[in-house]
């Protein structure tokens, strides 16, 4: 990769319910270092699509480092694929299930290192409806406890964790999908329907084990019922899910239609409820440095 003058640094300065000053001194500086211009963008959740974009074109950077949880690096690369820039990832979120998946180490400075290195991936990207993943999506429970999270006051993992019981109590799972690829549709019923492009979630449950993030398919994966000792496996990294807690399916693309309602979610972001979902892996590649 070649060698870079400026770097655009995105933050949201309220991921992880943390103050960011002292980090962006340090990235700042780090980028010093590399002889390199650093500059500074805050997201404020009001058209940051549209002024990141401004942004880019009016200073021209060689890459963007994103400082924030998934929601922050889905907003870059809804920017950047359209820019062909690589992004950097410096883990600054509730969850930071992206930065998981990548085996980012949690360390810093060697979060830096890499961020501001020349290795690189190229990473599938998918298209749902008229948004992209890059992580996973689901239809179901874990969005409705995202909803519930969004809602609260308290950040982090203990603020996810203090919704857990009421999510559980108010939830009208099972719920009912219909899922068609390019084969037979088939009907099912469950408490979760993700859409994985990687492996975990950021709480660390392996609910797609043999999933690749660049092999151009995604995962459907159909969880059929609240079984704790099986939620409990997930989290012990095994290389196969238990077929009556969970039914995989890979492919290209896919429509779900649900026969009520359903709460979603992308990458940690609650979309609202929906009845029919479109997904499809997209032609384009989002040049992640890794």
Known sequence: MKDFNKVLIVVNPISGGLDKEELLATIKKAILDKKAEPFLFKTTGKNDTEKLNAKIKE??????????????????????????????????????????????????????????????????????NNEICLHLADLGINAELIRNYESSNI???????LQSVPTLIRSK????????????????QGILLAFANFNKYGTGANINPQGK??????????????DVF??????????KLNPAFAETISTKEA???????????????YLGEKEEIFIKTSANKLKILS
């Open 155 to 161: 950040r982090g993992k203990f603020g996810y964790l």
């Open 213 to 226: 993030p660049d092999d151009g398919i995604f995962e459907i994966i159909i969880f059929k019922s609240f």
């Open 173 to 188: 799972y099972p719920f009912t999908f219909e899922i068609s690829t390019v084969d037979n549709p088939i009907e099912r």
């Open 230 to 239: 099986e939620i409990i496996n997930t989290l012990r990294n095994q290389q």
């Open 59 to 128: 200073i021209q950077p060689d890459r963007i480092l994103s400082v924030g949880g998934d929601g922050t690096i889905k907003l870059c690369a809804e920017v950047i694929l359209n820019h062909e820039l690589p992004l950097g990832i410096i883990p600054a979120g509730s969850a930071n299930g992206l930065a998981l998946n990548l085996k980012l180490p949690g360390n810093l400075k060697e979060q830096l290192a890499i961020a501001l290195g020349a290795q690189s991936s190229n990473l599938d990207v998918l298209q749902i």
């Open 255 to 269: 429509k779900i239609t649900c026969k009520k309602p359903v709460a979603f979610q992308i990458d940690g972001e």
